[in-house]
T-cell receptor, first 114, second 110 residues
């Protein structure tokens, strides 16, 4: 079956603009995770959804970052008033919701803030 | 706070030259240790999960082992297509997030 997909694959924006990054999880996966990866580093956790609700948003760096998953499938990560420091690869992963959960990652969205 | 440290940062091997990558961790209540492979420009690809000390798992030329303080990824007779960054991550405590190390960039020369 299809894996996790993310759109767009690349996003270039200007400082101060608003961006939305989309994630389509593996069909049937109830858990969805967002991570951020900077060059040369491992992914860093941002937020975890179980179903439609954000079960853990402790990794969101500040209130400019927000994510939704209104129907329990597709998720959107929203960044307001982007800053140059937000430039990174944003990765989405999904899992079956087990504990621990094997997380399957998408290809990521490379965000560049000029 | 959970900490995951991977070494070496980079490793160059000749084709067929076996070696090991290390992942040491300091966590409160390990519930799972994961190995992923990441190719340039792609997302991490799941390889293994280890749950308790003494556990081992194998897949083709890769073998992962786990002790109470570290995990090793052994690569036997590597091929150039094994070149990638290998990431280690832990699941611990009550959190539902993975904590990753910075990875080991492996290059296998033909």
């Amino acid at each position: 079956g299809a894996g996790v997909s993310q759109t767009p694959s690349n996003k270039v924006t200007e400082k101060g603009k608003y961006v939305e990054l989309r994630c389509d999880p593996i069909s049937g996966h109830t858990a969805l995770y967002w991570y951020r990866q900077s060059l040369g580093q491992g992914p860093e956790f941002l937020i975890y959804f179980q179903g439609t609700g954000a079960a853990d948003d402790s990794g969101l760096p500040n209130d400019r970052f927000f994510a939704v998953r209104p129907e329990g499938s597709v998720s959107t990560l929203k960044i307001q008033r982007t800053e140059r420091g937000d430039s990174a690869v944003y990765l989405c992963a999904s899992g079956s919701g087990g504990d621990p959960d094997t997380q399957y990652f998408g290809p990521g969205t490379r965000l560049t803030v000029l | 706070e959970d900490q995951v440290t991977q070494s070496p940062e980079a490793l160059r091997l000749q084709e067929g030259e076996s070696s090991s990558l290390n992942c040491s961790y300091t966590v409160s209540g390990l519930r799972g240790l994961f190995w992923y492979r990441q190719d340039p420009g792609k997302g991490p690809e799941f390889l293994f999960t280890l749950y308790s000390a003494g556990e081992e798992k194998e897949k083709e030329r890769l073998k992962a082992t786990l002790t109470k303080k570290e995990s090793f990824l052994h690569i036997t007779a590597p091929k150039p297509e094994d070149s990638a960054t290998y990431l280690c991550a832990v699941y611990s405590g009550s959190a539902r997030q993975l904590t990753f190390g910075s990875g080991t960039q492996l290059t296998v020369l033909p």
